[in-house]
């Protein structure tokens, strides 16, 4: 049996890119937020843990799509772009209907923290559906 590393490369650099879009992806999502989940989770706030963990998955489901079917680095670069204005869409239509998100995520509201997840991982899904090769 051989075994070829002849992919190695490849895997590599849409690994190392798929981790620096998430962290990308992360950063800007904090920076949106009016909540600073970051102490809140330190704090042991379910409610900011539950939101922001949602709102990770919801980017990574896409993120997966567009690897799985880039032809190149830029494609993929470009696919993940468009599933992160998807989710910060989401986010901020969660905001319209909850004007008071932050402060009741704050407070360690699980409800609202699980709408806000649910809502980044459904729109994570629809894009990841609606990226077609």
């Known amino acids: 049996m051989t075994i070829s590393m002849a992919g190695l490369p490849a ?5 190392a890119v798929g981790v ?3 962290v990308a992806f992360a950063a800007v999502y904090l920076r949106l ?3 600073d989940e970051i102490a809140l989770i330190r ?3 379910l ?4 939101a922001l963990g ?3 998955a919801g980017f990574a489901i896409p993120l997966e799509k567009a690897i799985a079917q880039a032809s190149s680095i830029p494609d ?3 696919w993940a772009v468009a599933a992160m204005l998807i989710q910060f869409a989401a986010y901020g239509l969660c905001r319209r209907l909850l004007p008071d998100l932050s402060r009741r995520i704050e407070q360690g509201e699980l409800p609202t923290a699980v709408l806000l997840a649910v809502t980044a991982v459904i729109s994570g899904t629809l894009a990841a559906a609606s990226m077609t090769a």
């Open 47 to 50: 409610a900011a843990a539950i």
């Open 54 to 56: 949602g709102n990770l």
């Open 43 to 45: 704090g042991g706030n």
């Open 33 to 35: 937020t009016a909540h």
């Open 76 to 78: 993929c670069v470009l």
């Open 11 to 15: 895997f590599a650099a849409y690994f």
């Open 20 to 22: 620096a879009l998430i």
